[in-house]
T-cell receptor, first 116, second 115 residues
Framework: NAGVTQTPKFQVLKTGQSMTLQCAQDMNHEYMSWYRQDPGMGLRLIHYSVGAGITDQGEVPNGYNVSRSTTEDFPLRLLSAAPSQTSVYFCASSYSGLAGGRYEQYFGPGTRLTVT | AQSVTQLGSHVSVSEGALVLLRCNYS??????LFWYVQYPNQGLQLLLK??????LVKGINGFEAEFKKSETSFHLTKPSAHMRDAAEYFC?????????????FGTGTKLQVIP
């Protein structure tokens, strides 16, 4: 299994541009999430999904859109990039199985985004 | 509401010394608690988790943590630090929100291991 994959690894955008960060998982997990990581602030939840077709907002959703048309994919769209969105973005997946491993998150390698 | 406080954004220890990374939580219901590790330029990976079974939890790479309800703490320890333990460590707490486990992360503690 590849686990959770993210593309691209690095991206530089100009203010106002839009782009999509890709995330895919091959573990058949129901839950997927997007976080941003900023120095001294830990990880903050942007959006999450509890299954295909179902998404909800997290702690810092403004300026981002998500959709989940399949179990495997959960893209994050930046509508009009701003310097405040310069960050490292992590996608994660998890599942609700009754056995061990429940609730732990599996993280992708991250996308480092710079907005100038 | 739930939150996690990690005391010390940077901790330095000598190789072979005890590692102690502190985490205190607040939660209105019995929590699930986690420690994750992040090596440079990588994603987070699970070190260990507490899900209301044994209060002393053993994880990977020789780390363990003890859940102390009276102190609302979940400190991470390792008896003897290795150079490879140099990384950033995150404590996290989760709660059920409409079937989804919402996770709140602490701000992280960077561990430096001095040869």
């Amino acid at each position: 299994n590849a686990g959770v994959t993210q593309t691209p690894k690095f991206q530089v955008l100009k203010t106002g541009q839009s782009m999509t960060l890709q995330c895919a998982q091959d573990m058949n997990h129901e839950y997927m999430s997007w976080y941003r990581q900023d120095p001294g602030m830990g990880l903050r939840l942007i959006h999450y999904s509890v299954g295909a077709g179902i998404t909800d907002q997290g702690e810092v959703p403004n300026g981002y859109n998500v959709s989940r048309s399949t179990t495997e994919d959960f893209p994050l769209r930046l509508l009009s990039a701003a310097p405040s969105q310069t960050s490292v973005y992590f996608c994660a997946s998890s599942y609700s199985g009754l056995a061990g491993g429940r609730y732990e998150q599996y993280f992708g390698p991250g996308t480092r985004l710079t907005v100038t | 509401a739930q939150s996690v406080t990690q005391l010390g954004s940077h901790v330095s220890v000598s190789e072979g010394a005890l590692v102690l990374l502190r985490c205190n939580y607040s939660s209105s219901v019995p929590p699930y608690l986690f420690w994750y590790v992040q090596y440079p330029n990588q994603g987070l990976q699970l070190l260990l988790k507490y899900t209301s079974a044994a209060t002393l939890v053993k994880g990977i790479n020789g780390f363990e943590a003890e859940f102390k309800k009276s102190e609302t703490s979940f400190h991470l320890t390792k008896p003897s630090a290795h150079m490879r333990d140099a990384a950033e460590y995150f404590c996290a707490v989760s709660r059920n929100s409409g079937g989804y486990q919402k996770v709140t992360f602490g701000t992280g503690t960077k561990l430096q291991v001095i040869p």
